[in-house]
């Protein structure tokens, strides 16, 4: 079945301007921390990351991790793909989302990174689904709260369509 975007949710304007105010904000809280370490959840985070990495002015590191919860509409058990290479024990670690949802990915990279000892450990997620989310997660820096939607683009995908659109837009599963 061929997928279509029913609706256009966030601009690329909408976006960029958002993404340049979590970056302040993110720059403003580590401005004395030294380097950061942002932490960037494969696939759907990498664009949202390389923006906001742009807009920071302070001196960080960009590490990625890949873990996987959803099979088309469904979410599923949350593994681990691919791990950071760094050793982040006493360095300030920000986890960076494109999408919270139900928050079990999120809860599960908290656990496994707070185990390796950070200085501190915060999170950012470009898009939170707060009435589809269970796992009681902090998020430390939202760019957007949405509704319970499927969307794509600007990192977002389902099952491969729409990721690298410039917008986010809505679409139906089904």
């Not at 985070?45 to 991790?65: G, M, N, Q």
Request: aromatic share 8%.
């Amino acid at each position: 079945m061929q997928k279509t975007v029913r609706s256009t949710l966030f601009s690329e304007e909408q976006i960029e301007r958002r993404v340049g105010e979590l970056a302040k904000a993110i720059s403003d809280d580590y401005r004395d921390k030294g380097n950061v370490v942002l932490i960037g959840i494969l696939k759907g985070s990498f664009i949202f990351l390389a923006d906001l990495s742009r807009k920071l002015d302070i001196d960080r590191t960009v590490e990625f991790i890949a873990v996987s919860s959803y099979h088309g509409a469904t979410s599923g058990a949350v593994r681990m793909i691919m791990d950071v290479r760094g050793d982040i024990a006493g360095r300030h670690v920000l986890i960076v989302e494109d999408i919270v949802d139900t928050g079990n990915t999120l809860k599960y990279l908290i656990q496994i990174l707070k185990s390796r000892n950070p200085a501190s450990l915060k999170t950012c997620a470009l898009l939170h689904k707060a009435e589809a989310t269970v796992a009681d997660v902090p998020i430390d820096y939202v760019g957007f709260p949405i509704g319970d939607e499927w969307v794509v683009g600007y990192g977002l995908d389902y099952d491969e369509f729409g990721r690298t659109l410039p917008y986010i837009g809505v679409i139906d599963p089904d």
